[in-house]
């Protein structure tokens, strides 16, 4: 008997297919998209563990004013908890790209033969192998001059610098394509020269650096590389263990500061001494000229007597006397040629010796200047998330874990509720057969295991095809999208066996509770119950009976259409929580579209109301002044505005971000230029006194408010706390406004304007105009904001996989549930639609006496689905937005009707296909009594 049971069970699956594999579907596309969601964040930041581990990314950089010197990195590698310690080059330099000098970050690549650390990714080309030879990294705002190929000339960043005391040459060739962990996001670090920004980095072998120094010094840590690298625990242990280091390195660099100040100081004495020499022998003459003579050959001889006398030649000692005796040598030497002179009556040594004391009196004030000037010792002291790129990384792929606490929900509870109608279906459907498993003697338990195993094979199927899917396809499309912000080659997408089991257990209770609860009442009743037929649902009269004035009006054949939706409530709402999930999910994905898209144009459009931003070649505000008289003098330019800019790191209630501090000379003037509307009032702020404007996106980043205080810090500017003002809108990127009084006041002194804003006169050629600006010395080159605003829309162009993803999986979803239901509906109904066609209905309008049905609940579904969509917009909105970035909020009209029409199509899709199979009902057949 059980296994005429089996048979039966699959040749049920064999009879039924269509019904199977909607069930199997459904879970499929519901296990899929919460696998594929829920796995994104441990696939991106483990793969961003493995690649950091991989590339040996440092734990810890040091640097200092006056570089690293060998000695430093020896005294470092002895230190405790010190794993390796790998020096490196790189030198902020000049590029001349699109019409302007572009700031490029110019890095030494990593040497096998001092260390295995931060080494970088090939993605095309070959590395270095001779001088002259480049890689360039690729990202959204590279250069696209940065190609295999292509040569690179570089220039100097400053006037006072040259080239060739940097580099072995100014010109190099590309041969490569790479990807380095020291830089995983947008970011490529602030620079005191150009526009305050590093645009992208080039590596060239250490061979083609000629600086007497270091740049800074990387080391990798003992006994924390297998700790969550994105983990407090992590950033504890490497706080814990660098202390060692970094007394080393700065106990190494303060003993190397105070020598070459000691060093320095001691050429100055020497120099003194020789200068007082020179001023007692120019003051002599004759007689006193001899006798000095000879008492300078005593004091020489005595000093060989006492050196001839030491025994040990490479003592302290004997060394002071060796230069003691040179210098004499050269002072009797200086005396006897003078001498000589003097008594043949030539003047011209005693001139001579006259012009080298001058010189040496220049000499000594120069030095004791350099000295007093010379560049104080601080030391700087970077981890990995120094740069807020790497919080950040991990805090996108929270903000996916966040939406994936919401969507999957949404489609798992879709799942239960389409097997529950499916499954009770069946089971009706099943009634006759039943009853006579219960009349030859089956047991309960053994009858509802056949529909648990039709049941279970479908979910377990489809659960595990559906999460192997999903765990490959939905991390992949989404962290592409996230590439325009961060630049970790690959995401690894290992399966994961717990995401499947934890699927696949969902699934079967699911359709397991869905069955017995269908199947046990049907089970309770007894066989010969069973082997008749069901009694239709009785026909009741609908509330909107009632309402005499509607009811009366409606056709015969819509009042049957309005009872039969409501007889039938279970698969009503079903149908209508399908299609509005289907609708919002529409509306989700192009509404999320244009909240990122129309950042552009507020941002470029709202916000910034100047036509152009200009980069002088200024070191002085001097030469930044006569770079504002010159652009007021050229016809296009029809009014501008220096400002300064520098590049922060803005901290308040445990948070940092990276800031641009802006200071616009004629603050009076900035809303020319840049609109500070009050995200409360709407009304313009002004910049003044010393308290200071934040962004919006700033200000919610570190919990900032009108009142409250900011913290900046940077390595020209030091740590300072500034009150805000206000809080202003801004999109894109993140500022603080200051007044230049308010930054005398705070930092003492006035910023260097390097920056300037301008309006160009409306039939003003852009390209002409960059022609000619770039062709004037004083200046280094010019963005248009046009330029900046199609470049930011660029970014965001990967964007549209995550809305096809989501139209894609809300189309499979109004799809299956409609076609699932409606077939529900026909399979119930077969003998009335037989009916229908016996009274002479043709086969449209026989389809039309479902359509209207299917239509009435996808209609209400829309409407349903469209403020839905609303509420799912908002918080996906608010949830995946990144850090530098304010998306906008409002939900565009558009999208609301694409969502709607888009729903529309899907439903009348599936009323084609249901209106085949309408068609091939056999009136005959259906008719026939069941007994």
Known sequence: MKSALFRDTFREIKRSVSRFVSIFAIIALGCGFFSGIKATMPDMVESAEKYFDEQHLMDLRLMSSIGVRSEDVDAVRKADNVLAAVPGYSKDVFYFYNNQNIVLKAMSLPNEMKGDMNTVVLLEGRLPEKSGECVVERKVNSPDTFKVGNTLKLSAPTESEDINDIFTTDTFEIVGVVTSPLFIGYERGATNVGNGEVQSYIMLSEQDFVLDYYSELYLRLDGVSGLDQFSDEYTDEVNIRKREAVEAFHNSVTARYEKLKSDAKDKIDSAKEELLTYESVLAMSGTDLDSYLASAENQLADAQKQYDAIE?????????????????????????????????GDPSVRQELAAMMEQSKAQIASAEEELENAVVLTFYEQDRFSSTDYA??????????????????????????????????MIDEQRTVIGTYKALGYSVGQIMFKYLFYAFTASILGSCIGTVIGLQVFPSIIYDSYKIMYNIP?????????YMLLCMAASV??????????????????????????????????????????????????????RNLLRYKKRFFMTIAGVAGCTALIITGFGLKHSIKSIADKQFGEVFDFSATVITAAETNEQAYEALDALKEMPQVEKTSLYASIVVDGSANGTTQSVSLIVPREPEGFLDYVRTADTDSEENVSISGSEVLVTEKLARLLDLSTGDEITVRSTELPERQLKVKAVVKNYALHYIYMSPEGYDEIFGGEPLYRMAFINTAKDTDELTFKEKLISDSR???????????KGFLNSVDSLDSIVLLLIFCAGLLAIIVLYNLANINITERVREIATVKVLGFFDIETSAYIYRENIISSLLG?????FLGKLLHYFV???????IVLFNRELVWWAYLLGALLTIVFAVLVNIVLHFKLKRIDMVESLKSIE
Request: charged share 25%; glycine share 6%; proline share 4%.
């Open 509 to 562: 209770l699911c359709t397991g509770a869905a069955v017995m609860y269908a199947s046990l009442r049907t089970l309770r009743s007894q066989p010969s119950q069973l082997m008749r037929p069901k009694p239709p649902a009785s026909g009741r009269r609908v509330l909107l009976e009632r309402v005499g004035f509607v009811w009366n009006r409606l056709s015969f054949l819509m009042k049957v259409t309005v």
């Open 392 to 425: 950040s990384f991990k805090g996108d792929a929270e903000k996916i874990d966040a939406i994936a606490k919401v969507f999957p929900a949404f489609f798992l509870l879709i799942v239960a509720l389409v097997t529950l109608t499916t499954m009770t279906r």
């Open 779 to 789: 200046f280094l080159g010019i963005a248009y904001k046009g330029d900046s605003s």
């Open 862 to 866: 829309i409407v349903i689905g469209l």
């Open 312 to 344: 040990n030649k490479n003592s302290i000692t004997a060394l002071f006397m060796q230069s003691r005796i040179v210098k004499g040598e050269k002072q009797i030497a200086e005396l006897r040629r003078l001498n000589e002179a003097e008594k043949n």
């Open 490 to 498: 690959e995401i690894d997408t290992p399966f994961r066996l717990s």
């Open 877 to 883: 909105v608010i949830t995946s937005e990144v850090d």
